[in-house]
């Protein structure tokens, strides 16, 4: 069965941290995504990686990087946190768009900055 | 730009009664477009993937329709376990990238 683990639900950090979120897929996915879900914007892409070491930004990728050093794992990172980036954070992975395979989600992870 | 518009924004259904959402689309050729179904706290449920106009694809209470235009998630009879969010979004071809509405949440009351 398709897997996508965040390593944490809910997280809460302080104005200015550098935040990590992870993400791990066990399903061999070369494709992996991460979106922020705002109420009233539904989801938003922030980045994404076609391939280990591969990046290209989404729609909304300032204050953001990313890190994919293995194709299973796929990172976020808040270089410094700002209470605007508090946010439902949500991971997906999907086989290339050739094979027009869906993406599949974890289950996010609901980040707090104070 | 793709765009895509979900209507209605909320919809509260009696169990048994019936009903359609709608998911109105722009995109430079379509690749496929996707309904997916989210329960709160959680990440987004995969249901169905139409690829051309006059598809259709069901799943239990669940028929997924798709023009050229837009797409409707007909849900027959629905029990209060159908409550949830449920999102559509488009990926055109040749781009990774999918694009997403804001979502249709369902409330089915007993």
């Known amino acids: 069965d398709v897997k996508v683990t965040q390593s944490s639900r809910y997280l809460v950090k302080r104005t200015g941290e550098k935040v990590f979120l992870e993400c791990v897929q066990d399903?061999?996915?070369?494709?992996m995504f991460w979106y922020r879900q705002d109420p009233g914007l539904g989801l938003r892409l922030i980045y994404f990686?076609?391939?280990?070491?591969?990046?290209e930004k989404g729609d909304i990728p300032e204050g953001y990087s990313v890190s994919r050093e293995k194709k299973e794992r796929f990172s976020l990172i808040l270089e410094s946190a700002s209470t605007n980036q508090t946010s439902m954070y949500l991971c997906?992975?999907?086989?290339?768009?050739?094979?027009?395979?869906?993406?599949?989600f974890g289950d996010g992870t609901r980040l707090s900055i104070l | 730009e793709d765009q895509v518009t979900q209507s209605p924004e909320a919809l509260r259904l009696q169990e048994g009664e019936s009903s359609s959402l709608n998911c109105s689309y722009t995109v430079s050729g379509l690749r496929g477009l996707f309904w997916y179904r989210q329960d709160p706290g959680k990440g987004p449920e995969f249901l169905f993937t139409l690829y051309s106009a006059g598809e259709e694809k069901e799943k239990e209470r669940l028929k997924a329709t798709l023009t050229k235009k837009e797409s409707f998630l007909h849900i027959t009879a629905p029990k209060p376990e159908d409550s949830a969010t449920y999102l559509c979004?488009?990926?055109?071809?040749?781009?990774?990238?999918?694009?997403f509405g804001i979502g249709t949440k369902l409330q089915v009351i007993p």
């Open positions: 399903m061999d996915h070369e494709n």
């Open positions: 997906a992975s999907s086989f290339p768009t050739e094979g027009n395979q869906p993406q599949h």
């Open positions: 990686s076609y391939d280990v070491k591969m990046k």
């Open positions: 979004a488009v990926q055109a071809r040749g781009y990774q990238k999918v694009t």
